[in-house]
């Protein structure tokens, strides 16, 4: 005769302690917000590219703009930028000029040039919007 496995077979796990804080994965990965691609904001504003502008203490740099969040930004430059380099940022968004300070969180090479995150430091208020509400109009305009 078989003896049939069931829940109550198992012991009880009242003191049972977990040595390490569960912490949820980040549904936008590791980053805090989420992200418009340079691809969105050319369909939303009808460009070829979003150009920027990066301020070094040596440099003044060109670049495209590759996405862009609340708090960051990634950017095509053709020179390297450092790694926790402080630098300033300036593009327009359609009308909108944004100017912040930023501080430049990895950099790698490819064969079309550099691609830099910036974590952006002093985004104001009135740009975090303009930001979100692109985001809203990229989410409407796909469902639409």
């Not at 960051?72 to 968004?93: D, M, S, Y």
Request: with cysteine; net charge neutral.
């Amino acid at each position: 005769m078989d003896d049939k496995k069931s829940w109550d077979n198992i012991p009880s796990l009242d003191n049972l302690r977990v040595d390490w804080d569960y912490a949820p994965e980040n549904p936008h990965g590791r980053r805090d917000s989420r992200r418009l691609s340079g691809k969105t904001l050319v369909s939303l504003f009808g460009f070829p590219a979003i150009p920027i502008k990066i301020a070094t203490s040596t440099t003044i740099c060109k670049g495209i703009l590759q996405d862009i969040s609340n708090c960051g930004v990634a950017v095509r430059v053709q020179q390297p930028l450092a790694e926790n380099e402080k630098v300033k940022v300036g593009f327009f968004l359609g009308s909108n000029k944004i100017i912040c300070k930023g501080l430049v969180k990895h950099t790698c090479s490819d064969t079309l040039g550099y691609t830099s995150g910036i974590s952006l430091l002093d985004m104001t208020e009135d740009n975090k919007q303009i930001i979100q509400e692109l985001y809203a109009s990229a989410v409407l305009k796909e469902a639409i």
